[in-house]
């Protein structure tokens, strides 16, 4: 035993550069095993060059940048979404992004792929244009030769006016296709394609107050779309389309009828300069010589400027007018009788020299 005056021993201490080692080991672990949680966010994973090969990737309307970005990483075009995304953030494109079907590459950088979006190249489509002035029966027959769509699902979707959703004026699909230039892609439907149309037109329409400038002009929508298809399909130069429609507009006043070849060919289903006495004498609504007044709808698809002309027509006293020279588009304008004589004289000498 000890006594009161004893020593107690004094052990050595332990040594701390084991523990310390340890310390550091555990930190270098953890440091380590957290620049591989988040390695992928500081350099994610991607390609590198062009890639090779062919995909086809389709982009859903209203995709983010991180859903394309998987939907390309599903398709072994790009390494990673993180990567394509961080691409196009740095180069501020997240909002040129569009949907649609494009025809990429397997192994690209996320660079190479999103400047592949962007080119107009990439994406599956087909352009159609449509002119202004065709009838309907017409404008499908082109539709169904520039877009490879079967000309009966063309017939069918122009019926179906519900799924059309035509102006609630508009009798029928006739006069409501606007003409324009459309982008197809490969699986666009007949309907799809139409229904575009139709919200092309409702558009242009929305922009010119067709609606609130008819009813100004005392016309309803449909009248007005009705006189725009007649100046259109009356032809002439741009400047002729306003006096077109102010010749309309005075003989309807005056209560003489409009007396319009083209109407009279519409309602036989031809076209041809040339139209005969009897011709004039067919039993149809759409025969103007028989006739007064407006025919009860659209006679052809018109384009923006006839329906600018519809509800601004120019100002006149014109009564008549005869495309003296159609090579040339030559129209002539007159009040007086004796001068509309002279003018379908000519227009006769034309037509014999052909």
Not at 5 to 32: E, F, H, K, Q
Request: without cysteine; proline residues 8%; aromatic residues 6%.
């Amino acid at each position: 035993m000890n006594g009161p005056g004893a020593v107690r021993p004094v052990r050595p201490a332990r040594p701390v550069w084991p523990l310390l080692a340890g310390a550091s080991a555990l930190l270098v672990a953890a440091g380590t095993a957290g620049l591989i949680v988040i390695r992928p966010y500081l350099a994610p994973a991607d390609f590198e060059g062009p890639g090779s090969g062919t995909v086809v990737v389709e982009i859903s309307p209203g995709a983010s940048a991180a859903e394309i970005g998987r939907t390309l990483a599903d398709a072994g075009v790009v390494a990673s979404a993180r990567a394509f995304v961080r691409r196009a953030e740095e180069q501020a494109r997240t909002a040129t992004l569009h949907p649609g079907r494009f025809r990429l590459r397997r192994g690209m950088d996320a660079a190479s792929a999103l400047d592949l979006l962007a080119a107009p190249g990439s994406r599956m489509v087909r352009t159609v244009t449509i002119p202004e002035g065709l009838r309907l029966p017409e404008l499908l027959d082109r539709l169904a030769e520039d877009t490879g769509l079967r000309r009966g699902d063309l017939v069918r979707a122009a019926a179906d006016e519900e799924a059309l959703d035509l102006p609630r004026y508009a009798g029928s699909a006739e006069g409501f296709l606007f003409p324009a230039t459309y982008e197809i892609e490969q699986d666009t439907t007949a309907p799809e394609l139409l229904a575009a149309m139709v919200e092309r037109y409702k558009q242009v329409a929305a922009a010119l107050d067709l609606e609130g400038r008819a009813e100004r002009r005392r016309l309803t929508p449909l009248e007005a779309v009705t006189v725009a298809s007649i100046v259109q399909a009356e032809g002439g130069r741009d400047p002729d389309y306003p006096k077109i429609a102010r010749v309309i507009y005075n003989r309807i006043r005056a209560g003489t009828p409009l007396q319009l070849d083209t109407t009279v060919l519409y309602a036989q289903r031809r076209r041809t300069l040339e139209v005969s006495q009897k011709d004039t004498e067919v039993r149809s609504p759409y025969n103007t010589y028989l006739r007064p007044g407006l025919p009860p709808g659209p006679i052809a698809n018109p384009g923006e400027k006839a329906l600018i002309a519809a509800l601004q027509p120019d100002q006149g006293d014109w009564f008549w007018f005869v495309t003296t020279d159609p090579e040339h588009r030559i129209t002539k304008f007159t009040d007086k009788e004796s001068e509309f004589v002279r003018y379908r004289e000519q227009l006769n000498r034309y037509l014999g020299k052909r």
